[in-house]
């Protein structure tokens, strides 16, 4: 719903009358969404609210702490309260009954009998500038008078590692009948501000007192009578001393307009951008919810804007979650940017990381929001990863591929070309890249860490690739050529001296001296990230990642849960990052396995309401299910991982913007019979795409706003280039399968082990399919079962028109059934 102009002068007059006192607001306009999240409130259980400039964490209880990037301005903020002729004292914070999320607004209601307190909260977007980062505003309606207090501690905090100045000190500043806190640290020019209309002070230690520390307070007499209908912001700055009520009338005044673009900007979020209608509106809701989340963790820093890793409360330390701008998080989440369209934000991203490289081609792997603060380059951070340089000539190819964008590949020629010179300069005697220059995936591993990983190896097969698409489309032929014939070597010594027979798998890595690493891990899923690159060998080691072995109903661990050091709540050896998830996912769609790869991608766009409200965590239990208790609770490439298995493995979508052509092979689940696809990108395109089943087909219809000329293409070899007329319509029809099932995928409760049946195996042909079960012994289950031809036998199991009736073999644990059918 559009923000009123009467509401926003309203804002301004009274923000105009700091100069006499701070007083209150007209209450916020609700804003309307149809992509909201409402539940009870879980005191424990996070959430965040992000913009450019400014961020705040905090838990369901309500209590939080706020950023001004990179700023730590406050912790722990609390509310008690004392009702009029009511002597008890009443802690509001236990009294937490309600959360709603929406794109651009974040709402705690406190429920008393007597009083009901909404703690609405906004990161303003655009970048807009003056104007508060971020904002607090609480909204109160109570049967008696009322007396709120606003505990906090003051940090002044710069976001670690930057030197600090010590314990700050809260000084009280009245301002006609009210005032505000001026938050002192030892620099005169570093100093922030907390106030709120008709507050005073609480606490205030007097000299003679001894020495201790007692949270700073905002105390508000609210009357019913009076002040019914207002609002009360808190207000929250850095700011020097030189004039700090010119700061709070500047963050005031302008809190209406901000909170208006805010709306504006995620009302008119998907009018670009990627978003699916199918009868599935859980999926369809987390696709969005994840694009906003990759979103919220652009920030600026200084006249640039990178991209943060994830989010969550720092409490007693000086950095919220991964906070810092990452190389490798980045890169692996354009994928999922360029899968939604948005290429100004990739290449924001990928100039950020350029402006970053090191004189010799590397790209950089984490950088602080303050590194300027001290020698960044003397730490180990800056360049510590091995993969950002192959990721980087990756994703600047991807970027290509579906935006036609050839002029900004052209500028930035230089150096992709470099990065890709340095990873050739240090290729291992196989000539692949090896860990030589920093960690490959891994940044422990208990037998030692290793010196060339499958991860790495596969990583550079396909930047080679995609380096010689770079150089065809930049005219340099013979370079072109040359990296052609380098990714065919690699992948060739890849199933030469990766591949251990003995175990179906591919080795998680190679020692100096030639022999494996034979543990099994998730790592060489990377292979079919790109969609140019595949192992050969990989049919056992796809069944297993499947199976029980791998798969958890929440997600895929990273290592076999049969390994000698397997440890379910280790960072790299045994938890569960939606990340590998996501990689699996889609290496199943690639491989043609889309029923494990469905469940794999269903279980990462569950977690959008499990912990984080419309976010996806970093890292979960391995046995159990429940996130760690050190896992950043919105984390980009975990949202990316909704994205990119979704776009890019359901739905099939390649791209080839520079021949105008888009490549769409579904693979949809059997209970889906028609979808829509909005703003699907092809260059400076938006198309629509309609796929419906009709007759044993699945009918494709591409329509663009105006006549263009572009080619639908189902991924089989053809004659290049595209070469349609220009038209609205495009159309193609593709073959499905005779015989499909249908396996729902929900997350289980809390603290559960995995026990749902999975699929750990699909084969078709001609006449045939087989697929193998794997789920617990003497388990029975109806699955949904749809025939496309008539006359289909069924062996394993036993079959009705629409459904399959499936009993496990006796025994203990998980046992397998395969069921065959011909027609």
Known sequence: MPVSWTWILAFAGCASLVGAGLDPLPSLPETKSDL?????????????????????????????????????????????????????????????????????????????????????????????????????????????PIQLTFSFTPEMLRMWPAPNNGRPSGEWIAQGDSGFYLLHTDDPNFSGIVAMPRTKPGIMVPYQEHPQTYPLQLRLNFDPKRDAGLSFPLVLALADTSNPAGKIAETLGTMGEAYQATQAYYRHFFDKRLSIETRDRKLAAALKWAEISVDQMQVRHGNETGMVAGYYESADSARPGYAWFFGRDTL?????????????????????????????????????????????????????????????????????????DLAWVRQHWPAVLKAYQFLRAHDDRNGIYSNAEGTGWVESWPTGMPHQEIYLAALDRQAADAMSVLASATGNR???????????????????????????????????????????????????????????????????????????????????????????????????????????????????????????????????????????????????????????SHQMWSSAMVIAPLVRGLLGLDWNALDQTLTVRPQLPANWDSLKVHNVPLGPLHLELDITRRNGELRIQARSAQPERFCL???????????????????????????????????????????????????????????????????????????????????????????????????????????????
């Open 478 to 632: 013979d370079l072109a050529a040359a990296c052609k014939s380098k990714a065919q070597t690699i992948g060739q010594t890849i199933e030469k001296q990766f591949y251990s027979a003995p175990d179906h798998f591919y080795a998680f890595s190679r020692n100096e001296a030639g022999s494996l690493d034979r543990t099994a891990t998730i790592y060489p899923a990377v292979a079919w990230w790109d969609g140019t690159f595949g192992l050969a060998q990989a049919g056992q080691m796809l069944s297993r990642w499947a199976s029980p072995e791998f798969s958890t109903d929440w997600g895929t661990r990273d290592i076999s849960n049969r390994t000698s050091f397997y440890d379910p709540i280790s960072y790299h050896q045994g938890s569960i990052w939606p990340l590998f998830t996501g990689w699996v996912s889609l290496a199943e769609y690639r491989a043609g396995r889309p029923l494990s790869g469905y469940t794999h991608l269903m279980q990462n766009a569950s977690l959008t309401w499990t912990q984080d409200p419309g976010a996806v965590t970093e890292l979960l239990s391995g046995d159990l299910f429940q996130p760690l208790g050190r896992s950043s």
């Open 332 to 404: 692996w989440s354009t994928y999922a940017i360029n899968s939604y369209g948005d290429y100004a934000l990739t290449r924001r991203a990928l100039e950020f990381l350029l402006a970053r490289q090191r004189e010799d081609g590397k790209i950089m792997h984490e950088y602080s929001q303050t590194a300027e603060a001290l020698n960044w380059k003397s730490t180990p951070y800056f360049y510590a990863s091995a993969d950002a340089t192959q990721l980087l000539v990756m994703a600047v190819a991807d970027y290509l591929k579906v935006s036609g």
């Open 36 to 144: 909201e999240i409402v539940a009870r409130t879980q005191s424990r259980q996070p959430w965040t609210v992000a913009g450019e400039r400014g961020a705040l964490f905090g838990r369901q209880n309500g209590m939080f702490e706020a950023w001004i990037w990179p700023v730590k301005l406050l912790g722990n903020l609390s509310i008690s309260a004392e009702l009029a002729d009511y002597p008890v004292p009443i802690d509001v914070n236990a009294l937490s009954a309600e959360i709603r999320v929406i794109p651009g607004e974040t709402v705690i209601t406190y429920s008393h009998a007597a009083f009901t307190v909404r703690q609405r909260m906004f990161a303003t977007r655009t970048g807009m500038a003056p104007g508060p980062a971020a904002s607090v505003i609480f909204e109160i309606d109570s049967v008696r």
């Open 713 to 823: 293409s189902s991924g089989q070899p053809g004659p290049p280039p595209c070469s349609v007329a220009s038209a609205r319509l495009h159309e193609l029809a593709l073959s499905v399968r005779p015989v499909e099932i249908y396996l729902p995928a929900e997350l289980p409760e809390p603290g559960s082990r995995t026990h749902e049946l999975k699929v750990v195996d699909e084969q078709y042909d001609d006449r045939s399919a087989r697929i193998t079960f794997s789920g617990p012994a003497e388990g029975r289950y109806h699955i949904p079962l749809k025939r496309n031809l008539s006359g289909i036998t069924v062996d394993g199991a036993t079959a009705s028109d629409q459904e399959l009736l499936l009993t496990m073999p006796p025994g203990s644990g998980y046992r397998t059934q395969t069921v065959t059918f011909r027609w």
